[in-house]
């Protein structure tokens, strides 16, 4: 089992930036693909973006050239970069490590580990 728990969410105005972290624990993150999600309040948990083992990148349309994902296996913690931050960026953030394959990157479905979620809110 692995552990995840995100930090680095806050209030910021739109055009402004964060660094969000989660740190696992329990066993090596490096085993896993791992994933930022994020819900909104009132709409559906969607994937932001994802990191595999081998460090490969996917991310969602929406938050591409704005948002970077990245890890640090040495220090067992994944990174999710959001710059140029927009009102609709507003959700709660979840980090998250895949458990099963198949699928599309961004099936929440295939993530069985997540942490408990951080908020991030941007003004305009």
């Known amino acids: 089992q692995v552990q995840l728990v995100e930090s680095g969410g806050g209030s910021v105005q739109a055009g402004g930036s964060l660094r969000l972290s989660c740190a696992a624990s329990?066993?090596?993150?490096?085993?896993?693909?791992m994933g930022w999600f994020r819900q909104a309040t009132g709409k559906e948990r969607e994937g932001v973006a994802t990191?595999?083992?081998?460090?490969?990148?996917s991310y969602a349309d929406s938050v591409k050239g704005r948002f970077t994902i990245s890890k640090d296996n040495a220090k067992n913690t994944l990174f999710l970069e959001v710059n140029s931050l927009k009102p609709e960026d507003t959700a709660m953030y979840y980090c998250?490590?895949?458990?099963?394959?198949?699928?599309?990157?961004?099936?929440?479905?295939?993530?069985?580990?997540w942490g408990q979620g951080i908020q991030v809110t941007v003004s305009s």
């Open positions: 998250a490590a895949k458990t099963k394959g198949g699928g599309r990157w961004s099936d929440a479905g295939n993530f069985g580990y």
């Open positions: 329990g066993d090596s993150a490096s085993r896993y693909c």
């Open positions: 990191i595999d083992r081998v460090g490969r990148t």
